[in-house]
């Protein structure tokens, strides 16, 4: 694993991430290349895949969140955040925080006199984290609840409020959010979650295909898999922090999606 120290934004764009100043990165980023983090208002200990693009200069915020390949993240969203206990005596985080969690909590006297000094006598247990499936598209002002998975292929239309699991290829509106259809018929979700297009290299084969015409694309790429012609998509993958000086970045061993199944998993893989 190669690592890089005190990496300028205009730097980063040669391994493949594209920011502004890249000042909203908190904790780590894992990304497969290309990703288009641009420069949301704040993403922490995030996954993302390849050609994930990140829309909503300064406004969107997405934590502890795994995007597969081609996630598409509109402006003004909130993907995965903290949550508080509900059945404590209070919800405030003077009950259940740690230093190392809300360091800045502690950076003032009177805050420190009553937040924890350690391990609380009962943990609080933080949710899951938030999946957003391969080519999952989440709208404009989109909330999505921490814990939740949005399935391959599904929306998330503009300022939907996402509390449970969304199905592939569905689309969902409203507050709470609900299926109003699904984007294509039964039997073509059926061959794209079967296919699995996201897994492979598409670029030599773009000339050949209408991507407008979902069924003749899909035979297309159906008779190339079969015939062997479809060739792994295989990423350059990098965890990458900043710093005062600057950004730190390490390469991966593999991608992040080399050999999973139809959706990103809500486990850690062992590139954490």
């Known amino acids: 694993m190669s690592s890089h120290i005190g990496l300028t934004a205009q730097d980063l764009i040669g391994f493949g991430l594209k920011v502004y100043e890249g000042k909203s990165i908190a904790g780590s980023l894992v990304y497969e290349s290309p990703a288009f983090i641009l420069d949301p208002r704040r993403i922490k200990n995030c996954r993302v895949g390849a050609f994930t693009y990140f829309n909503g200069h300064s406004t969107s915020s997405m934590y502890a969140t795994e995007v597969g390949r081609y996630g598409q993240i509109g402006e003004s969203c909130i993907i995965g955040p903290p949550e508080h206990p509900m059945d404590w005596f209070s919800t405030h985080m003077f009950a259940f925080t740690q230093r190392q969690h809300l360091p800045r909590f502690y950076e003032l006297e009177d805050a420190e006199r009553l937040a924890p000094d350690g391990p609380t006598p009962t943990r609080f247990t933080i949710p899951m984290k938030t999946v957003i499936g391969h080519d999952a598209y989440v709208g404009a002002g989109a909330f999505v609840k ?34 109003m259809r699904y984007r294509m018929p039964e039997h073509l979700i059926e061959r794209m979650l079967a296919l699995e297009w996201w897994r492979y290299d598409l670029a030599p084969h773009k000339h050949n295909v209408d991507f407008a015409d979902i069924d003749g694309t899909l035979g297309y790429l159906e008779e190339a898999h079969e015939a062997g012609k479809l060739q ?6 990098y965890r990458v922090e900043r710093t005062r000086e600057g950004f730190n970045l390490d390469r991966m061993p593999q991608p992040l999606y080399f050999s999973e199944t139809a959706c990103p998993s809500a486990t850690p893989t062992s590139n954490d």
């Open 146 to 179: 921490r814990g939740v998975t949005i399935g391959v292929g599904a929306v998330v239309a503009a300022r939907a409020v996402v509390t449970k699991d969304v199905p592939p290829y569905a689309i969902v509106a409203g507050t709470p959010a609900r299926i």
């Open 232 to 237: 792994p998509l295989m990423p350059r993958t």
